[in-house]
Each structure stands twice: as structure tokens, then as C-alpha cells.
């Protein structure tokens, strides 16, 4: 709708493998879904998915606006290092380690990362960004930039206050507080303006590439979903 009739016709996956049930790898991850060759995307779990159920919808429509942007990218390039060099270290191919996702996710978002999948390399990175923005409103989306860094704030406090002793006064405590808060907040602060670099690039991409507003087209994406699911 918004990159015109001939986008799709020009950019499309040529074949979609439907596949049932669910594919686990050696590591214990799952694979939900992949692209390859510009062309063809294949999608698991499909016979999984309550189309009355919102969650697992959006988590579906994440998978395929996730695979079908590497369509994309395998057809027209980002630029690939500058996106890469905002967060260069924090690429692992372990990026499934520690097991507890929470603690994952935790970890990911403080290096800059939108998703713990998102460290795996800067084509993973460049897709979770795109999925996670058009799959969340506005509102929902600068809710989970918010929540990342009130977590990476909150998580300091935490391990601050578990290293006072067990008899700590309410002065030490309120110290402790205060000042895991001061220590914290560059840092969240830093996160957050990593992810929201990445954001930019992703951006630019949509309308340089494709002359779409990402912004418009989060939109008309969260809005199918809401009809989706009606």
C-alpha cells in the first residue's frame, strides 16, 4: 500500500513453505522461520497459531515481517557496517547464553540490542528491529524502549541492595538506592541512544531504499493486526 502497487510484484517471495510444528536446534532455540536467495521464505509452527489470540498472531507477523526484511536486504543493501559499528562487541554467536530468557533479554538490552536474538549478527540485529517496530504501535514501542531502560536501572538498585548486609539501616538503603540510580542512568541512557541509532539506519533504509515512512508503515501494520485478530 504505501511503497505502491508494484512493490510487492517487484519484491516478494516467490515460494512460502508453510510448516507445522516446531523446529528445535542442537542449542535448545527454536527456529521459527528463514529466508534465502531474495526469494523464498520458510515459516514453522504455523499449525500452532490461534488466529483469535493476539499474542501468538503478533509473534507470527513478527516472523514474517522478520524474514521477508531480509528479503529485502538480500535484494537491496543497508548499509551494513555502519549499523554493524554501533554495537560491534556485543555480536555472539552464543547469543543464547544465559539459558533464563529474562536474563537474556536483560543483557541484550543494556549492550544496545533490541532482542537477545538480535546479538547474533547485524542482518538478525537489522531484522528484530524491523519486526519489533512494526509490530508495536508508537505508543507500545517507545513503551518497551521506556521499560528497557527503567529495567537496566532497576536491575543496579537490586544488585546494589543485595550486597548491603541483612540489618542495613533505611539510610543505607536510600543511599545504596540513590546511588546505583546516578551509576545506572548513563548507562540505560546509553543503551537506549544505541538502539535508537540502529532505528535511524532502519529508517533511512525504508525511505531511501523504498520511499516508505517506517513510521507510517508501523501504522498500517499494527493496524492489520488488530483487524487480523477481529
Given at each position: 500500500e504505501l511503497g505502491g502497487e508494484d512493490f510487492v510484484k517487484i519484491i516478494a517471495p516467490r515460494e512460502m513453505v508453510l510448516v507445522g510444528g516446531t523446529n528445535l536446534n542442537p542449542s535448545g532455540t527454536r527456529t521459527l522461520g528463514f529466508a534465502e536467495g531474495g526469494k523464498n521464505i520458510v515459516l514453522f509452527e504455523t499449525d500452532l497459531v490461534d488466529v483469535k489470540n493476539k499474542s501468538q498472531v503478533t509473534r507470527?507477523?513478527?516472523?514474517?515481517?522478520?524474514?521477508?526484511?531480509?528479503?529485502?536486504?538480500?535484494?537491496?543493501?543497508?548499509?551494513?557496517?555502519?549499523?554493524?559499528?554501533?554495537?560491534?562487541?556485543?555480536?555472539?554467536?552464543?547469543?543464547?547464553?544465559?539459558?533464563?530468557?529474562?536474563?537474556?533479554?536483560?543483557?541484550?538490552?543494556?549492550?544496545?540490542?533490541?532482542?537477545?536474538?538480535a546479538r547474533l549478527n547485524e542482518g538478525e540485529d537489522f531484522a528484530e528491529m524491523v519486526e519489533t517496530i512494526l509490530t508495536n504501535n508508537a505508543e507500545d514501542y517507545q513503551e518497551i524502549i521506556d521499560n528497557i531502560k527503567a529495567k537496566i536501572i532497576s536491575n543496579a538498585v537490586s544488585t546494589a541492595l543485595s550486597n548491603l548486609d541483612s540489618d542495613a539501616t533505611q539510610a543505607e538503603i536510600d543511599a545504596a538506592t540513590q546511588g546505583a540510580t546516578i551509576t545506572a542512568t548513563p548507562e540505560a541512557d546509553n543503551a537506549v541512544a544505541l538502539i535508537k541509532a540502529k532505528e535511524a539506519i532502519v529508517a533511512e533504509y525504508f525511505k531511501k531504499s523504498f520511499n516508505i515512512d517506517l513510521y507510517e508503515l508501523q501504522k498500517l501494520a499494527t493496524d492489520n493486526i488488530l483487524e487480523a485478530i477481529k
Open positions: 507470527f507477523i513478527q516472523t514474517i515481517q522478520h524474514e521477508y526484511t531480509h528479503i529485502l536486504n538480500q535484494q537491496v543493501r543497508y548499509d551494513e557496517e555502519a549499523f554493524k559499528q554501533i554495537t560491534p562487541s556485543g555480536y555472539t554467536a552464543q547469543w543464547f547464553n544465559p539459558a533464563n530468557e529474562e536474563e537474556r533479554f536483560d543483557i541484550a538490552n543494556s549492550l544496545g540490542f533490541i532482542t537477545d536474538y
